[in-house]
């Protein structure tokens, strides 16, 4: 079956930093894939946040620009998301995602909060 297993969220303090990690099954890791990172907040939408497109190319919201930096690892299938400088606008429930031929798939989702 095809699993996405997320790790790394926790408790932050305003300013401090978390790397979230998913590791994808390998018969959808692949270089025609869609990867990213969504999140959601209580009583909002589900927004993304940052993507790798099959093309190499990464997008980010103008919310994460320049603190938060999405990255794969080939060797073990694994998606990161690292973030920096947190913020409490950024607690939320974080959703690995792929997009691969025809399906979509989602991590399980793993809680990030920032409060002091």
């Known amino acids: 079956q095809v699993q996405l297993v997320e790790s790394g969220g926790g408790l932050v303090q305003p300013g401090g930093s978390l790397r979230l990690s998913c590791v994808v099954s390998?018969?959808?890791?692949?270089?025609?894939?869609?990867m990213g990172w969504y999140r959601q907040a209580p009583g909002k939408e589900r927004e993304l946040v940052a993507s790798f497109t099959s093309g190499g190319s990464r997008t980010y919201a103008d919310s994460v620009k320049g603190r938060f930096t999405i990255s794969k690892d080939t060797l073990t299938n694994t998606v990161y998301l690292q973030m920096n400088n947190l913020k409490p606008e950024d607690t939320a429930v974080y959703y690995c995602n792929v997009q691969y031929s025809r399906s979509v798939y989602w991590g399980q989702g793993t809680q990030v909060t920032v409060s002091s």
């Open positions: 390998q018969s959808i890791f692949s270089r025609h894939a869609l």
